[in-house]
């Protein structure tokens, strides 16, 4: 495929910004320099002959990536509000897309009523530590200022419409309140901008798929390739095999990616470039990658893969290699910090459902039949309560947050033996984390996997022998199918809601990675593309399902199940604030899988023998007390 030619014509003002500078009601960046005069594409055959043809210096450079601080002249407001139009003050999302009109010193003298809410709700925040720009290669390097062959490239012209400025973001913290300001912060809009760091021909791209699988991996493979090939003329794109160690294991070679090669992938689940857990070797990758000459790795992966993302970018940053490292987010669990939600999660849930349809018709067709469907989520208990509330055929959802007892009158026997009294059946949906405070201590783990994950015994098959042996104890029929779709639900392929969102992260991370911008991963935010620097999510914790929460309460409106935990100091603590960062900055080599979101049971919570833990049934179907069983060790 031949490199569009490339011209130096501006594109159009696209940005409200632009505009507000021509009316000079914002200060425009003291060192803002028009868009370098370039020959034309002979010039731009080398990265290098073209660095020579434009007058870049490193300050015009850092200029371009870093965006300028809004400055507002006193009066501001109110001739911004008499500009916009009357319906802004109507509608919350056009709100949200002009947060940074709004000038906290000033704000208080816009008189216009119909900004009222608008400065009170929707405050950038003021600080530059609140807006999060992902990191520059102008910041150690010295990055190409190239035009985006958006602008000529007959194919996609239009698409120079739609470029984004560097001053384009969109608000974190949008949920208002009117007793007080709620101050955002900010991420860096993604998408193409006018102004590029990589001739498309010198780019050598990698993609590399690291951790567990989940549907839409090849979809974001597919389009990642066809972005570089198809919109930049991209023509070197490599596929890393199985993982991290794909980078320099002698056992395999990087995979040349071509349109032709990709165009189908996305039919199929999995990931056509393999993935694996543990091999993280930080020199030999970094090694690898700058002796393969490659200069934009596009890494495809979960908490763990983005911990070591960060190491490489970091590592190249320190080598002042111009490579950028670009994350994309994946976990079937969901449990990512601070995107919206993960791709692959809606198919998982959706496969889920089939599971859960299942288990109901099995139980329904027997005699007090129970249909008990483990799923994923060792930390988080996204998948089971999203299908549970999804299918509404959930009579109780158990998730690691949670915890839950057997015995007593508030116990789990309890509520299955009420449950056959009401409705003669029962379906459980068990997250694969839940309940391991009744696991005994050393059998509640069992060693970690290659990436340092903490492996736990199956909370499927243990239950499912508590609830036999606590059935058959007091003589009473039990047919419990124990349905466990867990690896089937992330091994297919994308549906249509996921299939869109992988091609628009792999777009996004792509726009990203050819503007300069390194460090970061691409993810949506309020239903909107943006730049996480990865700081930020490493930062944090895996997201949780706070108890305490709307979804929580749907969720048990939806299975009208009781609480199943009596102990004050077993309950749930509230989830302090969604996404909160951890304390500590510091790179954890294997981070902790957190199962227990509460204190750890002492001994005595250990569960020993269901009646040790918890007071005797008052009552069974037949009306007599249910005699003890005994709890042994998981299967
Ligand atoms: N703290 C870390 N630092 C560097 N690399 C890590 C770290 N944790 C995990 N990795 C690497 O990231 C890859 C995927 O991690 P894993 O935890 O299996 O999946 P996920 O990224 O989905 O959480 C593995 O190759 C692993 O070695
Ligand atoms: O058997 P494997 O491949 O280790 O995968 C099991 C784990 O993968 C997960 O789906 C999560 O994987 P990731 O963290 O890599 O996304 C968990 O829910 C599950 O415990």
Redesign the pocket.
């Known amino acids: 495929m031949s490199v569009p030619p490339l011209d130096p014509g501006r594109g159009p003002a696209s940005s409200s910004l632009v505009n507000l500078v021509a009316d000079g009601l914002v200060l425009p960046p003291p060192s803002a320099t028009p868009a370098p005069a370039v020959a034309g594409a002979a010039a731009l055959r080398s990265e290098s002959s073209a660095a020579a043809a434009v007058p870049t210096s490193e300050p015009s450079a850092v200029a371009a990536a870093a965006p300028p601080d809004i400055m507002l002249r006193s009066g501001t407001i109110e001739k911004i509000a008499a500009m916009m139009s009357s319906s802004v003050g109507e509608d919350a999302a056009s709100h949200a897309d002009q947060p940074k009109i709004v000038d906290l010193a000033t704000s208080k003298g816009c008189s216009d009523p119909r900004y009222e809410h608008f400065t009170k709700r929707l405050v950038a925040h003021p600080s530059k530590e609140g807006r999060l720009v992902p990191p520059h290669l102008s910041e150690w390097t010295r990055a190409g200022r190239f035009p985006s062959p958006f602008k000529t490239n007959p194919r996609t012209l239009n698409l120079g419409l739609s470029f984004v400025s560097n001053n384009e973001t969109i608000l974190v913290d949008i949920i208002g309140h009117a007793q007080h300001e709620t101050i955002s912060r900010e991420f860096l809009r993604c998408g193409p901008r006018e102004t590029i760091a990589f001739h498309p021909q010198t780019v050598k791209a990698a993609i590399v798929t ?3 699988l989940a549907p839409g991996l090849n979809t974001v493979v597919r389009e990642l390739v066809y972005t570089l090939s198809r919109m930049y003329g991209v023509e070197e794109v490599y596929g890393v095999p199985y ?3 794909g980078f320099y294991s002698p056992n395999h070679n990087l995979r040349r990616l071509t349109e032709d090669e990709v165009s189908s992938i996305h039919h199929q689940g999995g990931t056509v470039l393999g993935s ?5 070797d ?1 020199k030999l990758i970094c090694d690898a990658v700058e002796d393969r000459g490659l200069n934009q790795l596009f890494i495809i ?8 993302a960060m ?1 490489i970018y970091q590592e190249l940053r320190a080598r002042q290699s111009k490579i950028t490292v670009v994350g994309i987010p ?2 079937v669990d969901n449990d990512f910090p601070l995107i919206d939600r993960s791709f692959g999660f809606d198919t998982a849930v959706e496969e889920t459902q089939r599971a859960i349809l299942c288990a109901k018709v099995e139980a329904k067709a027997a005699i007090n039949g129970l249909g008990l469907v483990k799923v994923m989520g060792r930390a988080s208990g996204q998948i089971a309560m999203f299908a549970c509330l999804a299918s509404r055929d959930v009579d109780v959802c158990l998730i690691p947050e949670i915890p839950f007892e057997l015995a007593g009158p508030t116990g789990l026997f309890r509520c299955v033996s009420d449950l056959f009294n009401t409705q003669g059946h029962c379906v459980i949906v068990v997250a694969e984390g839940a309940g391991m405070e009744l696991i005994d201590d050393d059998l509640r783990s069992y060693g970690t ?5 903490v492996k736990r015994p199956d909370i499927g098959l243990w239950l499912r022998a508590r609830l036999n042996e606590h059935f058959a104890s007091l003589g009473r029929e039990l047919n419990l199918k124990l349905i466990d779709p867990f690896y089937m639900i992330r091994s297919l392929p994308a549906n249509a809601t996921d299939s869109l969102y992988c091609s628009l992260l792999g777009q996004s991370a792509v726009h990203g990675a050819m503007a300069g911008y390194s460090g970061f991963s691409a993810g949506i935010v309020n239903g909107h593309h943006v730049m996480l620097p990865m700081t930020e999510i490493c930062n944090r914790q895996r997201t949780k399902v706070d108890v305490h929460s709307r979804m929580w309460h749907r969720v048990l409106a939806c299975t009208n199940q009781p609480s199943l935990c009596s102990s004050p100091k077993m309950q749930p603590q509230p989830v302090a604030k969604a996404n909160a960062a951890k304390p500590s900055t510091s ?5 902790p899988v957190s199962v227990s979101p509460v204190e750890p049971p002492t001994e005595s919570d250990t569960l020993k023998s269901p009646t040790e833990s918890g007071t005797p049934e008052p009552s069974t179907e037949a009306g007599a007390p249910e005699p003890s069983t005994e709890a042994g060790a998981p299967e």
């Open positions: 690291c951790g567990g993982g991290y160690r694996s857990r543990g091999g993280f930080l992966g979960g908490d763990g893969t983005h911990r070591g190491a994946k976990t996997d290659a990436s340092g994950n790179m954890d080599p294997h981070p």
